[in-house]
């Protein structure tokens, strides 16, 4: 399985953005989905989960401002990004896992301007 994060881009403060994350087969038996962030020499951290169907929020940081959501028949799964921040920046990767394995997009840079 493939998974291709998309959307990234240049955002003033305080706009919005969604991303994508476009698999190459269906996704409708993963039962996670993820979305991380590495900022600029920073480790790169957990945002927001799809769990067993449940959403969960893991960094305060973001919590109200990013939501992440999926439509099973377009394989994709989204990150709607809200009152972004220039500590927002960095690059985003999804991530899925399905059967224990654990599948990585190569990840879509997202630049927050103040």
């Known amino acids: 399985v493939q998974l291709q994060a998309s959307g990234g881009g240049v955002v003033q403060a305080g706009g919005s953005l969604t991303l994508s994350c476009s698999a190459s087969?269906?996704?409708?038996?993963?039962?996670?989905f993820e979305w991380h962030r590495q900022a600029p020499g920073r480790e790169r951290e957990l945002l927001v989960g799809?769990?067993?169907?449940?959403?969960?929020t893991y960094l305060d940081s973001v919590k109200g401002r990013f939501t992440i959501s999926r439509d099973i028949p377009k394989n994709v799964v989204y990150l709607r990004m809200n009152e972004l921040k220039p500590e927002d920046t960095g690059v985003y990767y999804c991530?899925?896992?399905?059967?224990?394995?654990?599948?990585w997009g190569p990840g879509t840079l997202v630049t927050v301007s103040s």
């Open positions: 087969q269906s996704i409708w038996d993963f039962n996670v």
């Open positions: 799809i769990v067993n169907n449940q959403n969960r």
């Open positions: 991530k899925g896992v399905r059967h224990r394995l654990s599948y």
